[in-house]
Structure formats: structure tokens, C-alpha cells
């Protein structure tokens, strides 16, 4: 039976019930994420950037790895130049030649052909590294002078294999600000998930794994291959049923990083972490699955009723998505981007619409000059 006008208006109740349901749990567990942890330890650590063509944006995130506080005998920064064809591997050279932590590693391609792109650069610096943690981030990112001990000192037992951080966006336009909202709702959602024991994701410019973990799971070349390494990884090591996640809401591991430029910038970037996202497991697949179909709802009650008809399920989204990023926002002290909350919201549905039937009908990504299907 077709649906009739008042069957599609009892759906958008439904499923507005079971979003403020959802996020309103998500928001207890973004607002409940803080660990234990032990200072006492430190850490041998090797982390890790791959720089593919960064010549414009490189200089900030090597300072900021230069400025670390973490003691040197400890630590090692292997910077990966893959196959730049700008000047990217003479900058980071000049920051070998100057600070002994640093470490330049020119990626080659992967002679099995098992892994490729950013994959194969990451797994060809860890497979030199020698640190017991492994700490990752993306060369146009700032890392804090406290990053490393912020980080590891979650590794207070023997069962946390990942540690997650928060990263923020420039936020100086409508467009960046709507992007670092975007940000923060991703991260308070992974955050939130790991709080409430049910890992979904995490993302690779803030990320760590203990080396042990990373064995465990046979590494980049025993995971299936994902145009999103971060998220295999992730859910690799903490499919295994031995190891825990913490994504911690600290201000002492919050990464700072560039927005997209421009909106063909943007489409490539969802399109890739969707294509990624698509080889979710089931139970993450119907999380996100309740979302889709509650602004699904939400549009085609708009056409079929009217503004009105909307109001009232839209701002309860405005609201439930207001409690999701608050804790972040406070914490990290961005409490300014609640000013674009509303556009944010009209973006954030429209993505939510489109990309599922683009990624569906077209795996294609094309990502730092390189295409993968």
C-alpha cells in the first residue's frame, strides 16, 4: 500500500522520537567521557605523518612537532614523504637536519600492490619505527606542546589498545564554521560510542594505537584495504574482543586543522570518508541509519505539508544536536560556532540526503591527486 499523507507524517514522529532518543544518549556519553589514567609511565613513542604534496601547509604542523614537551630520549617523529612531486620532502629535511627527533622516510610503492595511497605510506613508517606507541596525524594539522603525555597516559592498562582525540577546524567564515560544527558532531558521536561500550570510528589526524595492538591484528597489510586507513585500523583493534578504545573529551590532546578550501574540496573529502564508512558493520550501519531516515522524513513532509508541519521535529534536531556538541564545544572553548547552528543544520541534512546514493551508485574517490575504485 502506497504511503498515504497522514502515514507519512506518523513516520516523521517516529522517527523524530527515535533521533532525540539516540543523540540524547550520545550526549550523555560525549558528556561522560573522561578516563582514568596514569602520568607515571612514559612511553616509548614514534609518531607518525604522511605528507603527499604539502609544501603550502607542512612548516606549521613540523613546528608544532618540534615544540613537544615529551622527553626526547622517548620519542621519534618519522615524517613520510609519499611520492611528493613539490618540495615537500626538502622541507621536512630541513627539519631532520635541525632537530635530532626527526626522522624523513620516502614511501615506494607497494610491491605486493596490497596496499596503496596513504595506507602503504603509514605502514612503511611504522614497520621502521620503534616506539610502543604509535601516535598519528595529518601534515596540516597542529598538534599542543602537550600532546604526547595528554595521549599516552590513557594507556593506563594493559587492555586499551587506541586512544582518540578531538581535532577542531579554522573557523574564521560561515563555511569553515559549518565544517568545524560537522567536526564536532562526528567526534562527540565516535567519542560518545566508545563512552557507551560501542566503538563506531575514529580519525587518523588524532589517533593512537599501542604497538602491541597493531601486531595483534597483523597490521595495515592483514586489514583489508580501506581508502580510510584510520577507521580500519580502528575497528580492527578493537574488533578483537582483547582491546579497549578511550576517546577522551581533554583539552590537553585537542589538534588543530585546516578546513576544505572550497566545496569541490569537500564533496571529495565526504565522499571518501563515506566510501570508507560504507564497510561498517551492521550495528554502526543502523546507528547512523536512524538518522538518514529521520531527515528523509523530515524533507519529504516538508514538500508534502509544508513548513509548519516541520517546525516543530526540526527544532527538536536543533536542540538534540545543540546537547551532542555542547560538552565539546565548552570543554574546547568554540562555544562561538553555536551561532551558525542553524545553517549548519540545513547543511548537514542535505549531506546526510545526498552522498548515500552518490557513494551507491559511484565508489570512485579521487584524493590527493590519486584515484581509487
Known amino acids: 500500500m502506497p504511503f498515504t499523507h497522514p502515514m507519512l507524517f506518523d513516520l516523521l514522529l517516529l522517527f523524530t522520537i527515535l533521533y532525540v532518543v539516540q543523540i540524547t544518549i550520545f550526549a550523555v556519553g560525549s558528556h561522560n567521557a573522561h578516563y582514568a589514567h596514569d602520568r607515571s609511565r612514559q612511553w616509548n613513542v614514534s609518531i607518525i605523518v604522511a605528507a603527499r604534496n604539502e609544501e603550502e601547509v607542512i612548516r606549521p604542523c613540523l613546528d608544532s612537532l618540534a615544540q613537544l614537551t615529551y622527553p626526547q630520549e622517548k620519542l621519534e617523529i618519522i615524517i613520510v614523504n609519499d611520492r611528493s612531486t613539490d618540495r615537500t620532502a626538502g622541507i621536512i629535511q630541513e627539519y631532520v637536519d635541525r632537530f635530532p627527533t626527526f626522522r624523513l622516510l620516502n614511501a615506494v610503492e607497494d610491491a605486493a600492490a596490497v596496499i596503496k595511497g596513504k595506507t602503504n605510506a603509514v605502514a612503511q613508517a611504522i614497520d621502521v619505527s620503534s616506539g610502543e606507541i604509535l601516535l598519528f596525524t595529518d601534515a596540516d594539522c597542529v598538534v599542543p606542546k602537550q600532546w604526547v603525555e595528554e595521549t599516552v597516559k590513557y594507556y593506563n592498562d594493559?587492555?586499551?589498545?587506541?586512544?582518540?582525540?578531538?581535532?577542531?577546524?579554522?573557523?574564521?567564515?560561515?563555511?569553515?564554521?559549518?565544517?568545524?560544527?560537522?567536526?564536532?558532531?562526528?567526534?562527540?558521536?565516535?567519542?560518545?560510542?566508545?563512552?557507551?561500550?560501542?566503538?563506531?570510528?575514529?580519525?587518523?589526524?588524532?589517533?593512537?594505537?599501542?604497538r602491541k595492538a597493531y601486531?595483534?591484528?597483523?597490521?595495515?597489510?592483514?586489514?583489508?584495504?580501506?581508502?580510510?586507513?584510520?577507521?580500519?585500523?580502528?575497528?580492527?583493534?578493537?574488533?578483537?574482543?582483547?582491546?579497549?578504545?578511550?576517546?577522551?573529551?581533554?583539552?590537553?590532546?585537542?589538534?588543530?586543522?585546516?578546513?576544505?578550501?572550497?566545496?569541490?574540496?569537500?564533496?571529495?573529502?565526504?565522499?571518501?570518508?563515506?566510501?570508507?564508512?560504507?564497510?561498517?558493520?551492521?550495528?554502526?550501519?543502523?546507528?547512523?541509519?536512524?538518522?538518514?531516515?529521520?531527515?528523509?522524513?523530515?524533507m519529504l513532509n516538508f514538500f508534502a505539508f509544508g513548513f509548519l508541519a516541520v517546525v516543530l521535529p526540526f527544532a527538536l534536531k536543533c536542540l538534540s544536536d545543540f546537547l551532542l556538541v555542547r560538552p565539546a564545544l565548552r570543554t574546547f572553548r568554540k562555544q562561538h560556532l553555536l551561532l551558525y547552528l542553524l545553517p549548519f543544520e540545513v547543511y548537514y541534512i542535505a549531506y546526510v540526503l545526498l552522498f548515500p546514493p552518490i557513494v551507491l551508485l559511484n565508489r570512485k574517490v579521487h584524493w590527493k591527486d590519486r584515484k581509487f575504485a
Open 158 to 210: 594493559d587492555s586499551v589498545g587506541v586512544v582518540a582525540g578531538y581535532t577542531s577546524l579554522r573557523s574564521k567564515t560561515l563555511f569553515e564554521a559549518i565544517q568545524a560544527l560537522d567536526w564536532f558532531v562526528l567526534f562527540s558521536i565516535a567519542s560518545a560510542t566508545i563512552r557507551l561500550h560501542f566503538p563506531v570510528t575514529a580519525v587518523g589526524n588524532n589517533l593512537s594505537v599501542r
Open 215 to 298: 601486531d595483534a591484528v597483523g597490521g595495515y597489510r592483514k586489514i583489508p584495504f580501506s581508502i580510510t586507513e584510520d577507521y580500519a585500523l580502528f575497528h580492527a583493534v578493537t574488533s578483537v574482543g582483547k582491546y579497549k578504545a578511550r576517546f577522551p573529551l581533554d583539552d590537553g590532546t585537542l589538534v588543530q586543522s585546516l578546513p576544505c578550501e572550497d566545496w569541490k574540496s569537500l564533496y571529495r573529502q565526504k565522499k571518501r570518508w563515506l566510501t570508507g564508512g560504507a564497510d561498517m558493520d551492521f550495528k554502526s550501519i543502523s546507528l547512523f541509519a536512524v538518522g538518514f531516515a529521520f531527515k528523509l522524513l523530515l
